[in-house]
């Protein structure tokens, strides 16, 4: 058993809840993640949803969705906080249209939150998110964006999520807002993202969460090789 081998009986606690198809003519699925832990109040909540939401109708990441007609993005959407508390936002959606991109932002902005009572629990946001591409489109490449403001301090870290559940060919972003825990990007850097050309993007806040989200939504789509150049990045 490995360093991180006593998790591995937790891989089966982490649910799927979306339904999509097996295989895909498609150049990426992409997995959103917004943090609802305690630390997020309802304001800064709802600032996350809407921005979220906007940032999908923006112009220029519209364009970057639909820039390949012959390899959409696929896309899923879900919200995380405590142990075994994620919960889905969006079913995959594959991105053929912008009136595809305005159905996912009504989506959003019209969701609920399920709880805002639990801790943050990382690693299990993330054996969630592996869940979710088992249930997925088969595209070229597969991306993961986890938003928050906290640090891990519930369950089992990003590491054993890593060695538990399948990662192979994954790329780990993050989007790290300010204003909450200190040090929050810093610890996305070094305990969080994977794969090649993996980043984070800091937002000053959770008003300036629609900006930084648009910023990382034009590098994901827009390919690796962009990626690449953020430090910090690390495969």
């Known amino acids: 058993m490995g360093k991180h081998g006593q998790y591995r009986a937790l891989v089966g606690l982490v649910a799927a809840l979306a339904a999509g198809p097996a295989a895909a003519e498609c150049r990426l699925a ?29 112009p220029e990441v519209v364009e970057a969705f639909l820039a390949d007609q012959a390899a959409p993005v696929w896309l899923t959407v879900f919200e995380w906080s405590g142990p075994r508390t994620s919960a889905g936002l969006l079913d995959w959606l594959e991105i053929a249209s912008e009136e595809d991109l305005v159905l996912a932002a009504g989506a959003i ?11 943050t629990a990382l690693g299990y946001a993330l054996g969630y998110a592996a869940g979710r591409f088992r249930h997925g489109p088969d595209c070229d490449a597969r991306t993961v964006d986890v938003s928050g403001d906290g640090r891990n301090n519930e369950g089992f870290p990003p590491a054993s ?3 538990a559940f399948p990662f192979a060919g994954v790329t780990v972003n993050g989007l790290a807002i300010a204003g909450g825990e200190a040090g929050v990007a810093e610890y996305y850097r070094r305990e969080m993202i994977r794969g090649p050309g993996a980043f984070v993007i800091e937002a000053k806040g959770f008003r300036d969460y629609e900006r930084a989200m648009r910023a990382k939504l034009l590098r994901e789509l827009q390919g690796p090789v962009i990626g690449m150049l953020a430090p910090g990045a690390r495969g």
């Open 161 to 163: 999520a890593y060695e």
């Open 30 to 58: 992409l997995v959103l993640a917004l943090d609802v832990s305690a630390s997020v109040d309802e304001r800064e909540d709802a600032l996350q949803r809407k921005g979220l939401a906007r940032a999908l109708v923006a």
């Open 109 to 119: 902005a019209g969701s609920v939150r399920s709880r805002d009572d639990m801790p």
